[in-house]
Structures are given as structure tokens and as C-alpha cells.
């Protein structure tokens, strides 16, 4: 990487935050209330809370966050994705926002529903920062997704980044990255954007190894690559659980190192609502002082 990615990083410069996904039961509720608590103690930036398909999860979402605002003295981050909604229907949540202290939004196209041809008024994520801009000025600081390995749907990688370009220019505060286990992937993204002008922080997303079954599922439907060498590595393990765990931790705990070495502007985990492995990630790359 060329020199101009080395920099000397203090925590306070860095982004760090905490993804979680609204819990559909009382005991979720009660094991996110447990970790949350505990990831509060490492001071994150933000944590963010997802948005599922359908309905009833915009509730649940806007219920985990203005819980963990309350509760944490942390900033909340809900998800906000808006294929199939209405101007109105969006209106009407980020007013729920505003109305509530909330002040940082994730702004996301989101899964186009299966076999629907409504797509609504919103058919891309810049079309919702646009609008997000529009009603609420700068209220909100917007992040939106960004897709080192290209994401699952654009024709090709050049099309993707026009696309972050234009929702970059929508006016996002930052971003942050589908998880990837290549840190050259994530840097040669970096450096097409920074070509193209972009001047706001493009957060690595850092996805924990626990499960080598579940992890190979995801990243086929998300566009993650898992290398070769690495999925090979993770096989032999077969069901061994406390093996891909403890290799996991070490190459993720290494590839966050080698990515905030180079110059990353913080981290964004995606905890699936547990406080291990992220916990031991972050003391492994020298955060818990």
C-alpha cells in the first residue's frame, strides 16, 4: 500500500462501533440488554441496530434503539432501508426519530421483496439520503453501506462505485463495509473512491469466525469472500467449534491489526448480539486499556 494510508491512530480519532439485530424475544431482549452493557464499557462511537424484511421489525428496531439510547448514553443507529416504502411511510418514521433524540441514521436500499414489482418511491439508497437531506436538513448523520467486493447485484465493479459515488454525494456522513477477510479487497475500493472524490470515512465491517457452516451461507448471499486458503484452513476443523473459534479470533483479531495499521478509520462489528468474540478481538488488537 502506498504511504499515504500510514497513520498513527489514537482511539479518540477512530470510528468504532457495535451492530446489533432487534430481538424478537423476551429473553433476546434480555441477552442484548447483557451486552449491550458490556460493549458499552469499551466507549464505542455508536451502535447500530438492524432492520429485517417485513413490517413488524421497524417497531422492533425502534424500540431496541431508543432503549439503548436511553439506557447506554450511547448514540443509537437504526437501519432505515426503503425499497417498497412510500415518501409518506418514510416521513413518518425519521419524524419518530427526530421526536426521539435519534440523530444517526443507517440509510439503506434493503432487499427487494421476493416476486414484488412495487418497489415504491425510494429505488435506491441515494434516492433515500436525498430525501433524508431534504425533510431533515443535517439532523441526522447518515451512514450508508459500501461494498469492497462489489455488491451481490451491480453488473460490475465500476457500475458499484458510481453507485457509493452518488450516494456519497446524496450527502453521507460516512460509511461503512460489507465484511471481508481480504484487507486488499477493502484498500483497492478505498482507493477508487478517493479518486472519485470521496473525502468521507469508508469503515472496515468486521464479521467474528464462530461458525464455519453458518459464515460460508452468509457470505455466498452477501458477495463475501471467503479466500481459498481460508475456507480450505476452516474445513479441516470440521464441527470442532472451539477450533474455528480460536483460529477465527486470531485472523480477524490480525486483520483488524493490519487494517487500522494501514491507516482504517475505525471498525464496525458486527457482534449477531453476543459479546464474545468481538470482546476478544478488541483486547486482542490492544482497544481495552
Known amino acids: 500500500m502506498t504511504d499515504d494510508h ?3 491512530h489514537h482511539h479518540d480519532d477512530l470510528i468504532f462501533s457495535f451492530e446489533f439485530f432487534p430481538p424478537k424475544t423476551d429473553k433476546g431482549a434480555e441477552n442484548l440488554r447483557a451486552v449491550r452493557n458490556e460493549l458499552a464499557a469499551l466507549n464505542p462511537r455508536f451502535f447500530s441496530v438492524t432492520y429485517g424484511a417485513g413490517g413488524s ?12 439510547q436511553r439506557d447506554s448514553g450511547i448514540e443509537a443507529a437504526p437501519h432505515l432501508s426503503c425499497v417498497g416504502s412510500s415518501a409518506e411511510q418514510i416521513r413518518e418514521i425519521l419524524d419518530t426519530y427526530r421526536n426521539n433524540g435519534i440523530k444517526h441514521i443507517v440509510a439503506l436500499r434493503g432487499d427487494l421483496p421476493s416476486g414484488s414489482r412495487d418497489l415504491g418511491q425510494f429505488r435506491y439508497a441515494n434516492e433515500l439520503v436525498e430525501f433524508i437531506r431534504k425533510e431533515t436538513g443535517d439532523h441526522f448523520n447518515i451512514e ?40 486488499d479487497a477493502y484498500w483497492h475500493f478505498v482507493d477508487e473512491c478517493v479518486k472519485k472524490g470521496v ?4 469503515v472496515p465491517g468486521i464479521m467474528p469466525i464462530t461458525n464455519y457452516s ?18 480450505k484452513q476452516l474445513e479441516t476443523y470440521a464441527d470442532d467449534v472451539e ?11 490480525l486483520l483488524c491489526e493490519n487494517l487500522l495499521e ?9 457482534t449477531m448480539n453476543r459479546v464474545e468474540p468481538t470482546m476478544s478481538i478488541w483486547k486482542n488488537i490492544g482497544l481495552a486499556d
Open 6 to 8: 500510514q497513520h498513527d
Open 57 to 68: 421489525t421497524q417497531a422492533n428496531t425502534l424500540n431496541t434503539v431508543l432503549e439503548i
Open 144 to 183: 450508508v453501506a459500501a461494498y469492497p467486493e462489489m455488491h451481490p447485484q451491480a453488473p460490475n465493479l465500476k457500475v458499484d462505485i458510481d453507485n457509493f459515488v452518488r450516494k456519497v454525494n446524496a450527502g453521507a456522513n460516512s460509511a461503512i463495509t460489507q465484511y471481508f477477510f481480504n484487507a
Open 199 to 202: 473525502e468521507i470515512p469508508i
Open 214 to 231: 453458518q459464515l460460508a451461507r452468509f457470505s455466498d448471499m452477501c458477495g463475501a469472500e471467503i479466500p481459498r486458503w481460508l475456507r
Open 243 to 253: 477450533s474455528i473459534a480460536k483460529f477465527g479470533e486470531e485472523f480477524i483479531s
Open 262 to 270: 494501514t491507516g482504517a478509520p475505525g471498525l464496525h462489528f458486527y
